[in-house]
């Protein structure tokens, strides 16, 4: 009998993160799993978004579902309101098709903080059997200026990480 398997997407959101998310529901998510959203807030957002959290969960332990959002409830645009974050249709289409048919459950965990850190802190927080990450291509100086999160999370994280790269035709 296999352990249970925590399957992360790092999620922003955006079209970069939607095929990511596409691509581990095809090709990674399976049977049983838990699927574990991971989205990064800016600091400023930290302790009203935390307090919020924690207000709604009741809890400050560091266990697996202290503080997970389930697919329920981020789905739901006020809820996720108050934590500043913002689901897009597509994102909650692609979670929801995949918990009723491959029989997952889906859960969504804030993080508050600078992505790089935060997504390497998810995965041995919460922990992370693997993670998927997408990557937005940016060029040569746009990524020594801004960094690269992909690249950071590939030669940082403790468990193996696939880089999803948006195709051209998106």
């Given at each position: 009998m ?13 079209p ?20 574990v ?25 560091s ?6 959002i ?30 009723r048919?491959k ?38 100086i ?8 992909s ?14 790269k948006?195709?051209?035709n998106?």
């Amino acid at each position: 009998m296999e352990a249970e398997r925590r399957v992360g997407v790092a999620v922003d959101f955006s079209p970069c993160s939607r095929e990511a998310l596409k691509w581990a529901v095809d090709n990674v998510v399976r049977q049983g799993d838990y699927l574990v959203l991971v989205t990064i807030r800016p600091e400023g957002n930290y302790e009203q978004g935390e307090m919020q959290l924690w207000k709604t969960t009741g809890s400050r332990i560091s266990t697996f579902f202290a503080a997970l959002i389930p697919l329920t409830e981020f789905s739901d645009p006020n809820i996720m309101k108050k934590y500043g974050v913002h689901p897009d249709p597509e994102s909650l289409d692609i979670v929801n098709a995949a918990a009723r048919q491959k029989e997952i459950v889906v859960v969504l965990k804030i993080y508050w903080g600078d992505a790089r850190e935060k997504i390497c802190e998810a995965v041995d927080n919460i922990p992370l059997s693997c993670l998927v990450i997408g990557n937005r291509g940016f060029g040569k100086i746009k990524r020594v200026i801004m960094g690269s999160v992909s690249n950071y999370v590939v030669n940082n994280a403790l468990c193996p990480v696939t880089v999803v790269k948006l195709s051209d035709n998106k």
